[in-house]
């Protein structure tokens, strides 16, 4: 059946001399592979449409197996990102993750527009710590496996400080912090924002200034957190943490 399909490049692999596999996490059914057939020629109309970080309007013989791009037609190039190495360096690692964490041809209205909103964020502003891992919270809960953030994760009590526990998959308040000793202590602050980043769309946030030291903290947090549960190793993350230790 022939589609109209809005969607992202999420990845592409060549296929033979002149034709790329690629993946597109769409809106209206999920996340699925397609051949583009001549899409590695430079002259093709597809080779255009057909990179990653594509936003764009495909047509589709969607099959249960692979399916075919017939046409298609860029909406937003989302062009900061490709002429921005560090940028790009983020965009794809949360490309990856997506492509890791989303089953197949299985729709989500939700996530599919928190990425949108992550990738545009991360193309018109300078600053996008914040938004990147409100998206990743997004999708460690998609893929079952999100820390409990909006109460002590032991005895479910809400009254502060807390400290944040891999081991324990979440936050433990003062009576409970004895049952890790490796968990981080964290500022009411903080643990005010790993409950925002859980629980609010990137649609909800205009702007959020964060010292350094607290962005830091908390992708150190983010990141042991997903070694713990993730499950998938992320290469693109691998040249993200060389890119951090150069700043
Ligand atoms: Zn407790």
Partial sequence: MLEKIEGIVIKTQDYGETHKIVTIFSKKIG??????KGAKKPKSRMAAVTQPFIYG??????????????????????????EDIIKTAYAAYILELTDKLIDEKSPDRFIYDQLLLTMDWIAENVSYDIPVMMYEMKLFQKGGFAPIVHHCVNCGSTEK?????????????????????????????LARLLHLFASVGLERIGTITMKDENIAKLRQILDAYYDHYGGYYIKSKKFLNQLDKLK
Avoid at 31 to 36: E, P
Avoid at 164 to 184: I, T, Y
């Fill in 31 to 36: 996340k699925f592979a397609a051949i583009a």
């Fill in 57 to 82: 309007e495909f047509l589709v013989y969607v099959h249960s197996g692979l399916s075919t791009i017939q046409q298609g037609e860029i909406i937003y190039s989302l062009r900061p990102i490709r």
């Fill in 161 to 189: 400080p807390f400290s944040f526990s891999v081991a324990e998959g979440g936050l433990l308040c003062k009576r409970c912090m004895h049952l890790d000793q490796l968990a981080f202590s964290i500022s009411d602050l």
